[in-house]
């Protein structure tokens, strides 16, 4: 039905989330529409982005440097470590403004089920790095769900012993729910009225 050219643009958008035929379609005819120096300028940005960002070395977030801002940032609160399950969730915690510690990135959450194992979620550069930098709070900052409490209770197993305050945050976020669609308040709220892991 549509040339060559256009149904491989069209396939190629369907491998974003949430994109599927009909938007995939929207989004093609949208940049045929465009000037051509306004779609060069995508085009590069892409392939910059891709080329560019990498993990941080000490946090596994994203970054285009060695280092990523937060941890070469002097002010930030270095007794405090948060972990999230994917580099996403950092972003969504600064946005809010409410944390000034830490991060360090894990690659997924624990699921057996699904054959994930703590091996392969970088746990051993966690922990490696916990017991160097002696931090006084780790907060696990998982989504509510079978493999955020898997994590966090294997996390808590493999700390035991060591003198540090270990937290998750607090309810109130739905069970199974994205970090990206619980709004602000209520992802705020249950970073301050974090709990004690038992």
């Known amino acids: ?87 996403k969730s950092v972003f969504i915690f600064e946005k809010l403004g409410a944390f000034k510690g830490l991060y360090h990135v894990l690659s997924g959450l624990i699921s057996p089920l699904d054959g994930v194992s703590p091996n392969d979620i970088g746990l051993d ?20 769900s079978i493999e955020g409490e898997t994590t966090s209770l294997y996390i808590k197993r493999v700390l035991d012993g060591l003198d540090i305050n270990i937290t998750k945050i607090a309810s109130g976020i739905p069970m199974g729910a994205d970090m990206e669609y619980i709004d602000t308040i209520t992802l705020e709220r249950a970073l301050k009225d974090r709990k004690t892991v038992e």
Do not use: H, W
């Open 125 to 144: 550069k966690l922990i490696e790095r916990i017991r160097k930098e002696k931090y006084k709070e780790i907060i696990l900052a998982f989504k509510p």
């Open 1 to 87: 039905m549509y040339p060559n050219s256009l149904k491989e643009l069209i396939d190629s958008l369907k491998y974003l989330p949430g994109v599927g035929e009909k938007t995939a379609e929207r989004y093609a005819f949208s940049l045929i529409n465009q000037d051509e120096e306004k779609v060069e300028v995508l085009s590069e940005a892409i392939l910059k982005a891709k080329k560019d960002i990498k993990r941080c070395s000490i946090c596994n977030g994203l970054t285009d440097k060695d280092k990523c801002d937060i941890c070469t940032d002097k002010s930030r609160d270095n007794n405090v470590l948060c972990v999230v399950e994917d580099p």
